[in-house]
């Protein structure tokens, strides 16, 4: 139950026993009694003696005067008449002074009732009745005794109904309320008890005339006692004030010992170093954290200034800011500073400084705050350099050689004689190390090749590792570009002596792109774009050497991404058609068969041979997927083979697969898949390919070619003498001929010269037991000499050029001089060649 139900409750039991007291009071009233001299103590008592009330001191309450003449009515005219006439006063005093009708109410039935409860007990003791026969007047105690009661239940009355309504409204506890407020009104009660007795004493002997000349002396010692409880009141609230300044004083002081012990304690010791410093610069005074933190006592402290202390570097800074604060520009500011430390060392500290006002000094004090940070401050240096370099080698990473490229591009663009120079490096075939000695020797390699890039450069260049086997280096500033020339060819130098890595001797070569920045490189990117372009450049150019970018290569590379673009196109529409170029016997100078020539019909190129294509298709991954339409595209052209006509021609075809298709797992079963779906069979496939792929793939091509070869399909050599020289794998691997390049017929004169190379091929050819074919035959005396060498076939221009499958057929029909299907019997070998590298 919440407290302004219960107080409302409470209201309404005082009120509604109250006014049965009073109601049943009224009903039974001597109104014989009522006399005239009962009239004008009435009247006093309602009209004069309630407004006669005396402040009690320290509270808010008010007591009336008017408790006498109740009592003198309870001992003259009888209890019924005593009670309507307090309820009457009550409700009259009331009035005056509260605006609540509720607890005007309330007063009048609480006054009502505690008068009827001091009927009760008078009449409990025995003593009402000597009220009504006028029988106490003889015995002086019982006539004390009845006063007595008469103030004591009356002030337990009513002191108790007001502390309950009082602890109700405060939630305070009630004999709190009651011993605080109302314990001390018992005088008050008493005192009205007893001049009550005394004027009924008076009225015995003199009359009731007596009471009316009490009246005055009533009021002048009311007024008298008034005036004394005000000195009362003011003397204690004096007492208290001055108790109050007292009491606050001995706090302030206690306060101010207390902080001064506080600040004291927290200024020596801090876990920051704290110190007190004039406006000069001079220590006044410094804590225990301040020398761990310097190294110095306080003595070399207080007879040094910070400045000394400080790193010059830094000095200037702080004066401005001091500057500032001491002319009430800034209230306080903060810095990272170093300082030197008793021992030499560097120690980096967060500073913040603030005015301490002196009422003795005419410029304020400084209060310095100096945290060190120097653990933070070398973690944080190992961060950074850790995300701008690179983990393996610890050259700046990408990241941080962009930023620099940045900066240098901002100066050379506000300063026209800044240059800008950017050399980026690309290993050559670093992944044969990585793939064949693994990947920590790489990572050796890579070590062994960021120290020696170290070497080349210039005071003020950086290298940076971009990333796997990529490296940058920056040149910038006032020099000439045939400097940076000589970095290239300083780093060839180097890479030219072999790497000592755990035991293993290794060459390594780089692919070097030089860029001189101009006014069209606005952006760091534009920059490394171009670099990249003429790293590539170097590769195409023959590796291990530097290429300076020029415009023209730019236009090269948009035309490569075009034609890499075009051509994932053209694969993907299968739009790639094989061209034919016969094979004659050198023996019999019959048709010996074809070599089928993958051709590219480009709408903007026009038609494209391999060597321009056949390398981009390597590089982007499309290679199998072109391998595959070329070899079933000649199948299917092929498959005239099995007519009636050529069934007895043993007419082949052969067909040229690169190195990279040997990554493929499931090469043989495409194979044989391929010639199952164009029904083309395996004995009359030959299958080209060159002395890479022994050294790429080793133990792996060796088995696919010996499985190709149970199946029934030859092996070619194809520009035998061109790749690695390795004689090894000639007996290793199922080959049934050797191809000689066009490089090496070429240079074969009419009278017979430059023919060692070839002379060679062919004896080391029969010795083992295989043919030979010679490419790029384009004169008779070639024709002549390759005869008297013994050289089996030949192809090239001087018997035909490449032809489309249509012109073939004609080919072969005018060879047969009739039908289409009727070859001569003088065709004793038909090959088809698909050159892919």
Known sequence: MNTPLKTKIYMLSILIVGFVSLATAVYNLPFEKLDFYFLVLCCFTIGVSSRMTLEIPRFKSHIAVSDTFIFLALLLYGGKIAIVLAAVEAFCSSWRFCNKKITVLFNAAAMAFSTTLVVVVLKSFGLYNDIKSDTYGDNFNNFFVTLSVMALTQFLANTTFAAVYGALKSEKPLWETWKTKYAWTFITYFVGAVSAGALVKATEHIGFGVVLA????IFFVYLTYRMYMRNVEMATSQAE???SHARVLEEQSAALRESEERFRSAFNYAPIGIALVSPDGRWLKVNHALSEILGYTEEDFLAADFQSMLFREDLGDTLIK?????????LTCQLEQRYVHKTGKTVWACWSVSTASDVNEKRPNLIFQIQDITDKKS????LQHEATHDALTRLPNRAYFMTRLAQALANSQSNPQYKVSVLFIDLDRFKVVNDSLGHLIGDELLIGISERLRECLRPNDIVARLGGDEFTILVEGKYETS????IAERLKEKFAQPFDLSGHEIYSSASIGILHVSEKHLAPEDVMRDADTAMYQAKRAGKACHEVFNENMHVAVKKALQLETDLRRAIERDELSVFYQPIHSLESGALQGFEALARWQHREFGVLSPDKFIPLAEEINLIDRLGEQILRKACSQMRFFKDAAFADSALTLSVNLSCKQFAQKNLVSKIKQIL????FSPN????????TVFFEHR????????QLSEFGIEMYIDDFGTGYSNLSYLMQLPISTLKIDRSFISPITEDGKNTEIVETIVLLARNLGMKVIAEGVETAAQIEQLKKLNCEGAQGFYFSRPMNYEELRRFLNEKNGASPTAPESKFEDVSVVMTVQ
């Open 699 to 706: 133990e792996k091509a060796i088995e696919m070619l010996c």
């Open 676 to 679: 199952d779906e164009t029904e």
């Open 379 to 382: 973690a944080e240096e190992k």
């Open 684 to 691: 009359r496939l030959k299958l080209e390919i060159t002395e």
């Open 322 to 330: 001091l500057h500032e604060l001491l002319t009430g520009k800034i």
């Open 241 to 243: 004030q001055a108790e």
């Open 214 to 217: 009490t009246f005055p002396i």
């Open 483 to 486: 400097e940076v020339a000589r």
